[in-house]
Structure formats: structure tokens, C-alpha cells
């Protein structure tokens, strides 16, 4: 069980760091195409397409646009960095116990003669099966919030899309 313990919270690390890189990655596309769009909306008021005021009032909107995003984003991150601390913690006590399970001798898993420190073998099997479930709960909450955060991060990318779009008609503006 300890093993799989181990597999399963390498596991949600991973998915976890991936997350994190998605986030990052949503950050650095908001940033640009936020830039773009007031750089492009500049460049029609410049061409007389649009009025100062109506450039202003565009950048305006899509700054508090990217402000919105950016602050899910970090609020997403945030929650990703909270979930990722106790897994870590979990993780390096599960392979403490996975040390001390194969110190025990081959004789029916009986602690080593004359050590003392080690649990006797009932307790330390107790302690193995109440860690477990302790990982049982702790894992399904994790992978509960990484599926959570997976669709969260799913609707902003359908807003950064969104923006994107934005970008897209003003270009398709100033190319005619």
C-alpha cells in the first residue's frame, strides 16, 4: 500500500506542476494579447479609424479585462500552491514508513533485535493503515481540486480566447 501511496502522490505532483505551468502560460497570453490589442487600437486611432476617446475607453475595458483574468489566475495558482505543500508533507512521511517497513527483518515483519525506536509491528501496521487513510482522503481532495481546477482554468482560456478574437477584428480592421 505504501507503494502505491508513493505512485499516486508523484502522480498528483505532476498533474499539479502541470497546472501550475498552465497557469503560467494563461498569464503570459493575457499579458501579450492585452498589449497587442492597445497597441493595435492605438494604431487605428493613429489612422483615424477610431477616436481618442473610443481608444481609451477600448483600453480601459480590455485592461480591466486582463486584470479580471490575471486575478483568477493567481487565484487558481493559489489554490494549486496551497494543495501542493501537504501532498509534498504526505509524500515524505509515506516514504519514511517505506524505509522503516523494509528495516524490518524478514521474520514476519518483526522490528530488528535490540533496536529500539521502532514501532513493534502491530503498531507500526496501525500506523500504516491509519496513514493510508489518511492518503486515501487526502488524495481524492487533491485530484478533487485538480479536476476542479482543470475546468476553471477551461472557462478562462475560453475568455483569453475571447480576447484574442478581439485582437483578431481589430487587425482585420486595419488590414482594410
Known sequence: MIETHLNAFHEVLAE?????????????AVSAITAALVNASETLA???????QK??????????NAL????????????????????????????????????????????IAGQTGW???????????????????MLESVRDLADKTKYRLDDLRERIDRLQSSFGEITAAMAS
Open 16 to 28: 499539479c506542476t502541470d497546472l501550475k505551468s498552465r497557469v503560467e502560460t494563461e498569464r503570459v
Open 68 to 111: 479580471d483574468l490575471k486575478a483568477a489566475l493567481d487565484e487558481v495558482d493559489a489554490s494549486i500552491r496551497t494543495a501542493i505543500g501537504p501532498v509534498e508533507k504526505f509524500a515524505e512521511v509515506t516514504e519514511r514508513m517505506r524505509i522503516t517497513q523494509g528495516r524490518s527483518s524478514p521474520d514476519h515483519g518483526k522490528s
Open 55 to 64: 481608444v481609451e475607453g477600448l483600453t480601459i475595458s480590455m485592461e480591466e
Open 46 to 52: 493613429r489612422r483615424g479609424y477610431m477616436t481618442p
Open 119 to 137: 514501532p513493534e509491528p502491530t503498531t507500526f501496521d496501525s500506523m500504516v493503515a491509519q496513514h493510508s487513510a489518511l492518503c486515501e482522503h
